[in-house]
């Protein structure tokens, strides 16, 4: 037994070639159709924001619909009780900074919320 043939692996070298990364090339047809494509994704785009514009429009006039009546609900009782007994000058309304001031706390709870 020899010593070459105990270090031979069965590899040799070659010559180093230049890798060449492809040329993408686009024809005048692809452009087009790429910016169709483009056009169809941003009417897509727009359609899409507007529903969602339309959404949020509706469920906050629905939001601040539902305000107004809880805040209706707390004043016109207290006008329409006002408005009784039209012929008598004077109202006779004792404890009425405790009643008026619960009244403000839940009309601002509304109003402010």
């Known amino acids: 037994m020899t010593v070459e043939n105990d270090f031979d692996f069965g590899f040799s070298f070659e010559a180093e070639e230049p890798v060449t990364k492809p040329v993408a090339t686009t024809s005048a047809a692809n452009n087009d159709q ?42 016109l009782p207290l006008l329409y009780n006002l ?20 009244q403000i706390e839940k009309i601002t709870a509304i109003t402010r919320s």
């Not at 994704?41 to 469920?59: G, K, N, P, R």
């Not at 408005?83 to 008026?100: G, L, V």
């Open 34 to 75: 790429l910016l169709a494509l483009q056009a169809k994704i941003d009417s897509l785009l727009d359609a899409q924001e507007q529903t969602l514009q339309s959404a949020l429009v509706t469920a906050m006039e629905e939001k601040h619909k539902a305000k107004l009546k809880d805040l209706e609900s707390l004043i």
């Open 83 to 102: 408005m009784k007994n039209p012929e008598k000058p004077i109202i006779n309304w004792p404890n009425r900074e405790t009643i008026i001031k619960k």
